[in-house]
């Protein structure tokens, strides 16, 4: 499976400012900065992106159902409740290769999509 060279519109832009989300939550974040909520947004990220580039092939859904059955192991250990409307969770920890077929968007929450991050210039 080769990815093409030129992303989608838009593609590449949103992927760096994933990257640079994630450095900047991870410079915020110590052991002792978390939340349930925090932690459930950020198993919910890992679970939309995980399944969006899963969706490029079979071969790579399959590669990437480890991530997850990581999640889901996750939430558990945390306590989280794995949401209802997202059966896809439990689908895709216990049978990678149905993954594809019950596969269903997490919901969204917190500030949606355009959200550009709160100014603070000075």
């Known amino acids: 499976m080769e990815l093409s060279a030129q992303a989608g519109p838009g593609v590449e ?3 760096e400012q994933t990257v640079e ?3 900047h939550l991870a410079d915020l974040a110590g052991p002792d900065g978390w939340s349930t909520a925090a932690a459930e947004d950020v198993l919910d990220a890992i679970d939309t992106l995980t399944d969006t580039l899963g969706s490029v092939g079979e071969d790579l859904a399959q590669a990437l159902a480890a991530v997850a059955t ?3 192991q996750a ?3 945390l306590g ?3 949401d209802a409307q ?3 969770r439990d689908s895709a920890a216990s049978a990678p290769a149905a993954r594809g ?3 269903r968007p997490p919901r969204r929450r917190g500030l949606g999509p ?3 991050g709160i100014r603070t210039d000075p």
């Open 21 to 23: 989300s994630a450095c």
């Open 80 to 82: 989280i409740t794995v």
């Open 86 to 88: 997202a059966p896809w």
């Open 75 to 77: 939430r558990r250990r």
């Open 101 to 103: 077929l019950e596969r």
């Open 70 to 72: 990581a999640t889901a």
């Open 13 to 15: 832009k949103a992927a």
């Open 114 to 116: 355009g959200f550009r």
